[in-house]
């Protein structure tokens, strides 16, 4: 079993719909996860992190933790043709980073 | 502003020649860095972990002799790409875990065309 699993899509989402990503962890151990963006030919950007259960809200990003479950996702509000990329999640066990296959959004205008 | 910085961006090179991509930590020490490759639409791969000090730690599949990892500062670490041929062409990327190691920062990337 992989230590995150992500479908690796693609999603396709019209503009100023809601994008929703999602991200499964194999470890109960996991201590803190991450979202990452790349656009195609670019390295991986932090988009942000979660370490609690619950929401967390940056802008039109919200990310959600449920530890129970073992599941992250993303949300992207007012979804834009500038979001369309590669999300990676990333989760840190015990130090150690683990990163998803990634899911390709594209945004269509 | 980038807090880990790659060089080159770019590099093309013949074929049976070594490059050498230089990966630098800026503002904060990284005992521990990682070199993922990237062939294009496809996911990161692992190659290796470098630790300062030490030797690499390489993913299973990947050549240690071809790809020769330096870690000789707590802010540099060096991939070389040894007698390189056209399928060694990719996106390199590393990264380094942040202060406090609660994140990843990654490099800008390197694209490798071997010729």
């Known amino acids: 079993q992989k230590e995150v699993e992500q479908n690796s899509g693609p999603l396709s989402v019209p503009e100023g719909a809601i994008a929703s990503l999602n991200c499964t962890y194999s470890?109960?151990?996991?201590?803190?996860f991450f979202w990452y963006r790349q656009y195609s030919g670019k390295s991986p950007e932090l988009i942000m992190f979660i370490y609690s259960n619950g929401d967390k809200e940056d802008g039109r990003f919200t990310a959600q933790l449920n530890k129970a479950s073992q599941y992250v996702s993303l949300l992207i509000r007012d979804s834009q043709p500038s979001d369309s990329a590669t999300y990676l999640c990333a989760v840190n066990t015990r130090g150690q980073f683990y990163f998803g296959t990634g899911t390709s959004l594209t945004v269509i205008p | 502003g980038a807090v880990v910085s790659q060089h080159p961006s770019w590099v093309i090179c013949k074929s049976g020649t070594s490059v050498k991509i230089e990966c630098r930590s800026l503002d904060f020490q990284a005992t521990t860095m990682f070199w993922y490759r990237q062939f294009p639409k496809q996911s990161l791969m692992l190659m290796a972990t470098s630790n300062e000090g030490s030797k690499a730690t390489y993913e299973q599949g990947v050549e240690k002799d071809k790809f020769l990892i330096n870690h000789a500062s707590l802010t540099l670490s060096t991939l070389t790409v040894t007698s390189a041929h056209p399928e060694d062409s990719s996106f390199y990327i590393c990264?380094?875990?942040?202060?406090?190691?609660?994140?990843?920062?990654f490099g800008e990337g390197s694209w490798l065309t071997v010729v």
């Open positions: 990264s380094a875990p942040g202060q406090g190691g609660n994140t990843i920062y």
């Open positions: 470890d109960r151990g996991s201590q803190s």
